[in-house]
């Protein structure tokens, strides 16, 4: 089974800066295609990107992925307060269609 | 507006089952697969079913096939899950979902339905 694991588990960082977050497939990513989810406190997942760097309907523009071998990346280039949240990376194109385990968002 | 408004869940006893059900309304019913994923407190969300807009494909999770089944209703743009053998593990928010049409992802989610398995 393809694992994923999400870096790093939790980000501290300001309003106004730029956020990394890494999802990395434990197989050759050849037939993996990946999408990326916020979840705020309280609320239920919202899809931010899938196929590694298409952006879902609604999304802002400051919300970028992208892909590079094994490493999916979703960037964040400036850092809304509603931005502090969770982020779930989650692979598709072969089954089973697991998540990551998250990477905490915090204000610093 | 996309909805989805999910109900069904309770406190249930281990062994005993349950019927989720959401009803979708802001999109062509007949156009969409829907789905199940759930998330356990404190847990990554897991995709628990989903079925093809013309009931023709049904995937289910492997770690609960033979436990559950997904049904809809195109009169009524209602999606179920059917969920017997209720153990602690499958206590969890169940979130009903539309699949995107080109890719095995969620593009929308209802609000969820929490279910509680406890004696």
């Known amino acids: 089974e393809i694992l994923l694991t999400q870096s790093p588990g939790t980000l501290s960082l300001s309003p106004g800066e730029r956020a990394t977050l890494t999802c990395r497939t434990s197989?050759?990513?050849?037939?993996?295609?990946l999408a990326w989810y916020q979840q705020r406190p309280g609320q239920a997942p919202r899809l931010l990107i899938y196929?590694?760097?298409i952006r879902a309907t609604g999304i802002p523009d400051r919300f970028s992925g992208s892909a590079s071998g094994a490493d999916f990346t979703l960037t964040i280039s400036r850092l809304e307060p509603e931005d502090f949240a969770v982020y779930y990376c989650?692979?598709?194109?072969?089954?089973?269609?697991?998540f990551g385990q998250g990477t905490k968002l915090e204000i610093k | 507006e996309v909805q989805l408004v999910e109900s069904g869940g309770d406190l249930v006893k281990p062994g005993g089952s349950l019927r989720l059900s959401c009803v979708a309304s802001?999109?062509?019913?007949?156009?969409?697969?829907l789905g199940w994923v759930r998330q356990a407190p404190g847990q990554r969300p897991e995709w628990v079913s989903f079925?093809?807009?013309?009931?023709?494909?049904?995937y289910y999770a492997e770690s609960l096939e033979g436990r559950i089944a997904i049904s809809r209703d195109h009169a009524t743009n209602s999606v179920f899950l059917q969920i017997n053998s209720l153990t602690a593990d499958d206590t969890a928010t169940y979130y009903c979902?539309?699949?995107?049409?080109?890719?095995?992802?969620?593009?929308?989610w209802g609000q969820g339905t929490r279910v509680i398995v406890s004696s």
């Open positions: 979902v539309r699949k995107a049409r080109t890719a095995m992802v969620a593009d929308f």
């Open positions: 802001g999109f062509t019913f007949s156009a969409y697969s």
């Open positions: 079925i093809s807009a013309g009931s023709s494909y049904i």
């Open positions: 197989q050759s990513p050849d037939k993996i295609s």
């Open positions: 196929g590694a760097s």
């Open positions: 989650q692979k598709y194109g072969i089954s089973p269609y697991t």
